[in-house]
């Protein structure tokens, strides 16, 4: 026990400070894709202004840097379809007007197809060899996946979450780990949405009431909690 506690640290988050286990916890990167993030891909094609995905970039950057440091696990995740669009409901295929659809050949490859290069994460976060990636057919990461399992085997309680977009696949995930038993602490800056007012909404459903759903806390917040001796004896331990 006294190992634990000297592997902690006191978080600044909203709607109350969080104490974490960093041995126990892991960093969930949500869906930082070409397809989602640059022009050209799905979501230019639904109509958005991809530059707005942009401001969370960095705020993730630094904070994947301290959990790399630290040897703490970091996930990847990406959401995309099999080749032959076989995971991919038509309802989800046919839904809304875009100028192109999943599957349909663009110029990152074919729209959310894994494999292909739209399907794949920004240069700025690519993931080492050694982390974790987890393809995902739907919003959430938990959903037909094997996270569930990988936490398990790696003892986690608690996720650092981020990506995009805030209301969809990190709530969607959020929700899904809540009601896991997982404690989570959302990077409001290493969020984004292609609509700042559901940003803006998206973080406080989470917050609300107590931190129904988790806590929200920026990256400057999560790294002075980081910068502790504590993980410094982490990072020792890691080697």
Not at 55 to 74: E, Y
Not at 225 to 231: H, I, P, Q, V, Y
């Amino acid at each position: 026990m006294a190992a634990s506690k000297q592997l902690t640290g006191i978080v600044l988050a909203e709607p109350e400070p969080i104490q974490l286990d960093w041995s126990a916890t892991a960093l969930v990167i949500i869906d930082m894709q070409r397809d989602f993030m640059e022009p050209g891909g799905f979501g230019e094609t639904l109509g958005n202004d991809v530059s707005r995905l942009a401001t969370a970039v960095k705020p993730i950057a630094s904070v994947l840097k301290a959990a790399r440091d630290t040897g703490m696990l970091v996930v990847h995740t990406r959401e995309g379809h099999l080749p032959d669009l076989s995971d991919a409901p038509p309802a989800k295929v046919e839904r809304g007007a875009p100028s192109l659809r999943i599957g349909d050949p663009g110029p990152m490859g074919r729209i959310l197809i894994r494999g292909e290069a739209g399907h794949d994460i920004i240069p700025e976060l690519y993931p080492l060899k050694d982390e974790v990636v987890i393809d995902k057919p739907g919003k959430g990461a938990f959903y037909a996946t094997e996270l569930g399992d990988i936490l398990k085997k790696y003892g986690v309680e608690n996720l650092l979450v981020c990506g995009v977009t805030t209301e969809v696949c990190v709530n969607t995930t959020v929700r899904e780990a809540n009601d896991r038993g997982y404690r989570c602490v959302v990077l409001s800056d290493g969020c984004a949405s292609y609509f700042p007012e559901f940003h803006e909404m998206g973080l406080k459903m989470i917050k609300a009431q107590g931190g129904i759903f988790g806590w929200v806390a920026d990256s400057a917040a999560v790294l002075q909690a980081m910068k502790s001796e504590t993980s410094h004896a982490l990072a020792g331990a890691a080697k």
